[in-house]
């Protein structure tokens, strides 16, 4: 009698056509898989969005059953009862936020994901961004509307107009976003300051300094441009106060691509209505999709952008199924794993 395949449960079939796995990519998991090894593919559709669907399909609750390893868009409550012999999770999304809640925390269940995944349409989103700004573009966009040639706003004596050579740029997280968006800033001559959790940890890449947390406000009143790039904890949620936005120069551009907990939206819509902000970059929100009602929509200062920064066809499962099944190798071998989220700190 032979023994009993150990079992990976691949619950990935994203509604949404961007994220969801390919036929190309189950085959490569397939011939990747380690000896002894049997894979369970959910066919049924699940949301890819935000840290993952809410509650599970009735194919995954079956098959999680037997499952060691499940491999998904984060994990919902009803999959983590259901799972009698997990040992390991792997979440697709970077954000484990959701995932934390099912009980996993206090389990001895492993828990990787997928930061650093984004990082680089990412990274480049968040250049754009503060292009679009620095160059004027949304004004050059909004003449363009009125058929309108007018120099005055570009060639004025106090035009916010600036290169990104020479800016500071204030980037609150240095971990895969905020590393891919400090080398890109750097490179084009932007002196890049980090906030981390652990500042003794050092420096990485692109970026000129870091600080602690306690050090965030003398940052925010000499920065150009605040990023925000760092998970969503505790001590990251509500983080930018509207008396934080305030202390930023006037001149000063506000992205977001982490999570729009991390800011105070409505003082932020303020802020912009004052011409106390320069702009804000907005890749995501307290609420999703985003108020038809929101004033956000109506301020020119705001660039509004449906939480597609990550979007990057043709790369994202190349990258994805690399960590994967180096992971799962490691996994096999009794090594560390790779992206291990530290589930007391939530990342």
Not at 70 to 81: I, S
Not at 162 to 170: H, M, N, P, Q, S
Not at 316 to 324: A, D, H, I, S, T
Request: overall charge neutral; glycine content about 10%.
């Amino acid at each position: 009698m032979t023994d009993e395949p150990r079992r990976l449960v691949i619950d990935l079939a994203a509604t949404s056509k961007n994220w969801a796995i390919t036929g190309g990519g189950l085959a490569r998991m397939t011939e990747g898989a380690p000896p002894g090894w049997a894979i369970d593919v959910v066919d049924a559709p699940t949301s890819s969005d935000g840290d993952g669907p809410s509650t599970a399909t009735a194919d995954a609750l079956r098959l999680i059953a037997d499952a060691e390893v499940y491999f998904g868009f984060g994990l919902t409550d009803d999959l983590f009862r259901a799972a009698r012999k997990l040992r390991w999770v792997h979440s697709a999304a970077a954000g484990v936020g959701n995932v934390l809640k099912t009980g996993i925390a206090n389990s001895d269940v492993m828990l990787t994901n997928s930061a650093g995944i984004h990082g680089p349409p990412i990274g480049e989103f968040i250049v754009a961004g503060i292009l679009y700004f620095m160059r004027g573009l949304d004004v050059a966009i909004a003449q363009q509307q009125r058929g309108e040639w007018n120099k005055s706003f570009f060639v004025a004596d106090d035009s916010p107009v600036r290169e990104v050579d020479g800016a500071r740029i204030l980037i609150v997280g240095v971990g895969g976003l905020g590393g891919e968006a400090a080398r890109r800033l750097s490179a084009l001559g932007a002196t890049c300051i980090g906030i981390r959790r652990r500042p003794e940890l050092g420096i990485p890449e692109g970026f000129a300094a870091v600080a602690g947390m306690d050090q965030l406000e003398t940052e925010l009143r000499r920065a150009d441009t605040l990023v925000l790039a760092a998970p969503l904890t505790a001590d990251t949620s509500e983080l930018m106060t509207r008396a934080r936005l305030e202390m930023l120069p006037g001149h000063a551009i506000v992205v977001n691509v982490a999570r729009g907990a991390m800011l105070d939206e409505g003082a932020l819509i303020d802020l912009l209505e004052a011409n106390r902000l320069r702009g804000a970059v907005l890749d995501v929100f307290r609420q999703e999709p985003l108020a038809t009602t929101s004033r956000l929509w109506q301020l020119r200062s705001a660039l509004v952008v449906p939480h597609v920064s990550p979007v990057s066809p043709g790369r994202f499962w190349p990258r994805q199924l690399e960590l994967f099944l180096d992971n799962w190798r490691r996994y096999v071998a009794g090594q560390p794993l790779r992206n291990l989220v530290d589930k007391k700190a939530g990342y």
